[in-house]
Every structure is written in structure tokens, then in C-alpha cells.
């Protein structure tokens, strides 16, 4: 009875119709168990999966695997643009994969087949990969119990199992800034045992946004490797263990501005012009993610448990140019972060004889980080001017966490068309600089007075600890006396955000072929979390607004009508904090100053973010046609302003407002067998307009980013 507003969605069903027993079959022969078909033990599991933890209560949009292909560069496309077109997600870096739901700055939690995926460092790779999403969901709202941690919304991830999709593809794919991708998949079943792969290399000449507005960035390659794979093997038919690996390897140059004025020289000495070039720096990112998951599912009458294990490595190195960061920062940081992460999952739901349904669970994750760094500095006077040559400071660190969940709750389902779910968490989060718990309820009310009406609304009580990858191991103390030392020494350990979370909407079915919806939500938290780039390495650090308050409202609608679908998103947002309460080192004087007393925007608040696209298919004999067009619009983030007396206001201002329009026709050639050959054509930024997602100012921003280009892709793949 959860609310689902969808865009044009495509349901697989799988059933089996009751088996008869054969009249002339003896009595012994009638009395042996009958080996159900694995594909039907699969579907049925699979719904009974979907039964431990459903997403009562809250906004739910769901994207199908054949939806993926309906937008722009399909399963070609990086993962974070397939979520853009989900209401209330805001555009940011689309190389590093950042997104902002509902006026939030990550905190998002990942699910692979509904078990946790821990956390990597944040960085421009991105190791999800469209091409093993079988089917995914966006969760947000007032979430159930069962989801902890991270609660701006859960991405719940169904990969391809090869149980339904037995067959594969190879592909190739390429076009404009220099981009080449070769990838496959392949699945199937053999016996009881249904598997699926996936693998893709990538390279590109725009890896990281452009920080100017040219058509090309300037030293901007990357190459990216990705492989997945899924295993599941079927014990009986009530129970199957499933084992889930992926790996990701990343490189990416960091791009180039023409015409910066430099500071200093390595040696010290003031800069001489025409000593060094910025179009010629030289900096690099390496990023590595590598997870593994094994879950066992066993389903009797009326209960249903999982049970997961993982582990994941995760790792981000950047790497300064040793001369030139120098010239124009006074800087060279070497920076090599590295998690690693493991932990349990329990799951669990049992049917009673009443109206009622219990479920709970227990998460236990477990991470280690190591940082080292080595940064280049000049020694200064008190007026911060170099006084000899550069040397290194070297400050290595580990830092651990804990975290720690437990939920119960209870689905009541007070008459046929009211349902009541309600239950609370207990979160307990434990680090080298910081332990806390929490006690959180949750009650969502789902009321459907028609057929065609859904109303819900909700609270949550939520507790958010700090990623631990994302906070900062600087000691300040140590830059004292060189170019890299901070104007302000305040260092207070970054906290856990507690934050109360009310939201209520609507979904109407207004005909057969259309749906709209609409949902608000409001938001208030005590150390408000955020994260920003600062200084040189692009890494993000984490801390605290002492207060925050997020609000917005949605409105989604979804038409399809034979060949055609069509959809709209448009969500209103504000996301603002008041005074910062950790990590002050990492801010100008001024601005803690003003922010100790006023509330700003969050650096990410976008006031207005939507998406609409329509899309047909033509089916023929040969095979079929199908054509998209699709768009995206944002009033822009923030950036920093100045108030009539000169002042300074954090976050006071925007970016200009954009809007991009994306076009493709794909075709698809029915070849011997169920081979297929297929051939697309994406147009990115149709228009080739140029616009801004970053201009360099801002809390936590440290360079300008402007949008793709116009660019041209094509693609040909053969299914077999």
C-alpha cells in the first residue's frame, strides 16, 4: 500500500498456474514432491523480498530497466543522470555523481537487492552501472523503520538476475569530447544456479565538468573500468543464497582554466610572468571501489528473513602538480584516502492470523580509514608572504566508526482501505571523535478512500552520522606559520545530525493512461550536516550548521497510452542552516562571523529543479523503432553575493537559470533467433547552450563547472 508515483513504468509478472495431479498416476507417485520451475521460485522469492522491507508510508518512484533506455545515452549514460529525472533531485557534478534530493547534499543510502551498500569516498567515479539495473526505486519522505543512517532517500537497486533476461549483449559507443565505451552483458540460468555479468571500459575527453565555458575542456581525459556480477543459486523451493560483486577502477585528469594569475614561485620569489602557464597543470584523481555481498532468503508461512553479509574497499588519491599547484595556490597536496568497510544485515517479516504485520531487523557496519597526506608549503611571515624555499608536511591519520541499527515495527491494517505503520529504530554511532545514539519513531498513515485515490502522510524522527570518509583528519595546528595555515584554528569534531521529518501527499489516477501526484515535506535538525570542497585536493569534508530547516513541495504526472508515454516533474525547494559548529578552520573569518547569527542557503538549495520527456515506440515485423525527447531545467545553486554595502553574503545568491533539451531515435533489427541488432543515436544539450552549475563561489565550492555541450553519440549493440 505504499504510494508510488511513476513515470511510464513496465511491470514483468511471472505466475504459475496450479499443477494437476495426473488420474493414472499411482498413490506413492501423487504423494512426491513436484520440483517447482527455478524461474517461478525466483519470482516468488523475489516478492517475498519485496514483502521484509516495503517502503510503506513513503513517496516512492520507481524507474524500470526498459525506462533507463528511454533517456538520454540509455545504459550508456552515467547513473546519476538516470536519478535527475526523479522529482525533487536537483543537478550538480554530474562526474562525481553528485545529486541533491529534496534540498539535501548527498545522504542518500545505496541498496543492492535490499541489503546496505556501505559508503565509498566521495569522487568523480562512478561504479554504479545502469546496464545491471534490472529495476530500481527512489525512496523518500518519511521513511520506515527499517531505513537508518542516511534518510534523504534510499536508492534500492533490483539488479538482473539472468533468471528473467537469459541472453546477452555487446555494445559499442561513441561520439563527441573524444568518447569511446565497449561493454557487454550476459545472463542466464543453468539448473538452479541463474547468474549475470556485466563489464565496460570507458574513455572519454570529459571527465570532470568544464570549468570554463568552451566547447572542450583542457587536460580532462579520464578511463574507467566496471564489472559486475550476480549469482543465485535456489536451495529448495522456500530458500536461495545469492552472491553479488563489483569492481570499479577510475582514472581522471583534473581540468584546466586558461589565464590564471599566479601567486608565487616555487622557490618563493614573486611570480615572473610567463613562468608557468595554467592551461599546463597537471593533476590527477585515481578512484577504486570494490564491494562483495552474499545473502541468504528463506521463506516459510508467513515469515520471511534475510540475512547479508559485505564488505567493500574503497579508495581516492589525488595527485597535485608538485610545481604548478604551488605557483598558483602555495599548495601541493598529496592526498590518499582509503576505507574499508564490512557488517551484517538482518532482516525479517512475519504475517499473523490478525491484521497485523511485525517486521524487524538489525544492521552492524563496521569502517577503517587511513589518510595520508603530504602537503608542499611555504614558510611565512605575519603578513603570509613566503620566507625561504617549500617543504612537506606530512600529516597521516586513521580514524574508525561503528554504526549500529536495530527497528521494529508493525503494518496494521485498520480496515480494508487504512493501513497504520508504525515503529521506531534505535541507532547507536561510535568514532574516534565522536559517540552517539538515538531512539526514533516512525508512523506513516496510507488512507485510500477510491480505487484511484492514495493519500498518505507521516513523521520520522531521524538520526544521520557523519561519513566517516568525508571528515576532515587535518591538524590545524600543524600549517601554523606556513602558507597553508587557516585564518581560524576552531576545529570542533564533526556530529551526528538529528532532525524531525513530516511529510504528506497525494496520488490520484485520473484515467487509465493518466497519474499525477503531489507531496510536501518539512524538515528541521539540530547540526544540520553538509559537505563541501575546500582548498586544493577535490575531496569532500564534512560539518555542521548548529541549525538547519528543509522544506519543498512535488508535483509529478505520468501518460501512456499505447506506443506513446509521457512525463513531468517539478519540485520547489528551500534548504537553509544557521551558524557552523564544526570544522570552523575550514571557513573565512568573515563569513563564520556572519553566519553565527543569520541564516544562510545551503550551498546545493536549488529553488526550482524539473524534468519532462515523451517518448514512442513503433513495433513492426522487423523489429521496432523507438524515439525520445527529454529535458531538464534548474534555477540554479547558490553562489556567494554582495549586499550594498559591499558585504559579503554566503550563499546569497544563484547561478543564471538553465534548461537543456535532449533528443534520440533507436532501432532495432530482429536478426535469426532472438538476436537482435541495435542502433542509437543520442543528442545531448540539443540547443548547445552553455551554462553554469558551479561559478567558484559558495560555501564548500572551489571552481567553476559549466554543463555539457552539445554532443553526439551513437551506439550498435547485438543481442543474442
Not at 600543524?478 to 564533526?494: C, E, I
Not at 525547494?573 to 544562510?600: N, R
Not at 540554479?636 to 550594498?644: E, I, M, W
Not at 540547443?687 to 565550492?701: A, I
Amino acid at each position: 500500500m505504499s504510494v508510488r508515483i511513476y513515470l511510464p513504468i513496465f511491470f514483468l509478472a511471472a505466475a504459475a498456474a496450479p499443477l494437476a495431479a495426473d488420474d493414472n498416476q499411482d498413490t506413492a507417485a501423487n504423494q512426491t514432491p513436484i520440483a517447482m520451475d527455478p524461474v517461478v521460485v525466483t519470482a516468488s522469492l523475489d516478492k517475498a523480498r519485496d514483502d521484509i522491507v516495503p517502503s510503506l508510508g513513503a513517496s516512492t518512484f520507481n524507474i524500470s530497466s526498459e525506462q533507463i533506455t528511454l533517456q538520454p545515452l540509455g545504459t550508456d549514460a552515467p547513473f546519476n543522470q538516470i536519478m535527475l529525472r526523479a522529482p525533487g533531485v536537483a543537478q550538480d557534478s554530474a562526474a562525481n555523481g553528485d545529486l541533491h534530493v529534496r534540498g539535501e547534499h548527498a545522504n542518500l543510502q545505496y541498496r543492492i537487492n535490499d541489503v546496505l551498500l556501505p559508503e565509498g569516498i566521495t569522487g568523480f567515479g562512478l561504479e554504479l552501472d545502469p546496464r545491471f539495473v534490472g529495476g530500481m526505486q527512489l525512496i523518500t519522505g518519511s521513511l520506515p523503520a527499517q531505513y537508518g543512517f542516511r534518510t534523504a532517500g534510499v536508492v534500492d537497486i533490483h539488479t538482473k538476475s539472468g533468471s528473467f533476461e537469459n541472453g546477452g549483449e555487446a555494445d559499442v559507443f561513441g561520439g563527441s569530447f573524444g568518447t569511446s565505451k565497449a561493454s557487454f552483458e550476459s545472463g542466464g540460468t543453468a539448473g538452479k544456479l541463474g547468474y549475470f555479468i556485466d563489464g565496460s571500459f570507458d574513455h572519454n575527453g570529459i571527465g570532470i565538468e568544464n570549468p570554463t565555458a568552451s566547447k572542450m575542456p583542457i587536460h580532462d581525459a579520464t578511463d574507467q573500468y566496471k564489472t559486475f556480477v550476480y549469482l543465485s543459486r535456489i536451495l529448495n523451493d522456500t530458500s536461495r543464497i545469492s552472491v553479488m560483486g563489483s569492481a570499479s577502477y577510475s582514472n581522471f585528469q583534473v581540468p584546466n582554466t586558461t589565464g590564471l594569475a599566479p601567486g608565487t614561485s616555487p622557490d618563493g620569489n614573486p611570480w615572473l610572468p610567463g613562468t608557468f602557464d595554467s592551461a599546463s597543470l597537471n593533476e590527477h584523481q585515481n578512484e577504486q571501489n570494490y564491494y562483495g555481498i552474499i545473502a541468504y532468503q528463506k521463506s516459510t508461512d508467513g515469515l520471511h528473513f534475510q540475512l547479508a553479509g559485505y564488505g567493500r574497499y574503497s579508495s581516492v588519491h589525488f595527485i597535485p602538480d608538485p610545481t604548478g599547484d604551488l605557483f598558483f595556490n602555495g599548495v601541493a597536496s598529496d592526498v590518499d584516502r582509503k576505507i574499508y568497510s564490512g557488517g551484517l544485515q538482518a532482516d525479517a517479516s512475519y504475517l499473523t492470523n490478525g491484521p497485523h504485520t511485525l517486521r524487524g531487523g538489525v544492521t552492524l557496519l563496521s569502517e577503517h580509514l587511513t589518510a595520508d597526506t603530504t602537503t608542499t608549503v611555504f614558510p611565512v611571515d605575519g603578513n603570509g608572504d613566503p620566507t625561504g624555499s617549500p617543504f612537506p608536511v606530512v600529516n597521516n591519520g586513521t580514524e574508525h566508526a561503528l554504526f549500529f541499527g536495530l527497528y521494529l515495527q508493525d503494518e496494521w491494517k485498520l480496515t480494508s482501505r487504512l493501513t497504520l505503520n508504525y515503529g521506531a529504530r534505535c541507532d547507536v554511532y561510535s568514532s574516534s571523535f565522536d559517540h552517539e545514539n538515538q531512539f526514533s519513531p516512525r508512523v506513516n498513515l496510507i488512507y485510500r478512500p477510491t480505487n484511484a485515490t492514495t493519500l498518505h502522510a507521516g513523521y520520522a524522527r531521524y538520526f544521520t552520522p557523519p561519513p566517516l570518509e568525508n571528515v576532515s583528519a587535518a591538524t590545524v595546528t600543524l600549517f601554523n606559520g606556513t602558507s597553508n595555515a587557516s585564518a581560524v584554528t576552531q576545529d570542533d569534531p564533526v556530529q551526528a545530525e538529528r532532525s524531525h521529518y513530516f511529510d504528506a501527499g497525494i496520488s490520484q489516477t485520473l484515467s487509465s493512461r493518466l497519474q499525477v501526484g503531489l507531496d510536501g515535506y518539512y524538515k528541521t535538525a539540530r547540526n544540520q550536516l553538509d559537505d563541501g570542497l575546500f582548498g586544493q585536493s577535490l575531496i569532500l569534508s564534512a560539518f555542521n550548521y548548529q541549525k538547519g530547516k528543509v522544506y519543498g513541495v512535488e508535483f509529478t504526472a505520468s501518460y501512456a497510452a499505447g506506443g506513446f508515454s509521457a512525463y513531468a516533474n517539478l519540485a520547489r525547494s528551500e534548504a537553509q542552516g544557521k551558524d557552523w559548529s564544526s570544522a570552523q578552520f575550514l571557513f573565512d573569518p568573515s563569513d563564520l562571523a556572519y553566519v553565527q547569527d543569520h541564516w544562510i542557503h545551503l550551498d546545493h538549495d536549488q529553488r526550482l529543479s524539473g524534468s519532462c520527456g515523451a517518448s514512442y515506440t513503433w513495433q513492426g515485423s522487423r523489429g521496432s523503432t523507438r524515439a525520445y525527447v527529454d529535458a531538464l531545467y534548474g534555477t540554479g545553486l547558490r553562489t556567494d553575493a554582495t549586499d550594498n554595502l559591499g558585504n559579503t553574503i554566503p550563499n546569497g545568491g544563484t547561478v543564471p537559470a538553465y534548461a537543456t533539451i535532449n533528443v534520440g531515435v533507436e532501432r532495432r533489427f530482429n536478426l535469426a533467433g532472438k538476436r537482435t541488432l541495435k542502433a542509437r543515436l543520442d543528442v545531448v544539450n540539443l540547443t548547445d547552450k552553455s551554462y553554469e552549475l558551479r561559478n567558484g563561489s559558495g560555501v564548500g565550492v572551489n571552481a567553476a563547472q559549466y554543463g555539457m555541450r552539445r554532443g553526439l553519440f551513437g551506439s550498435l549493440g547485438l543481442s543474442f
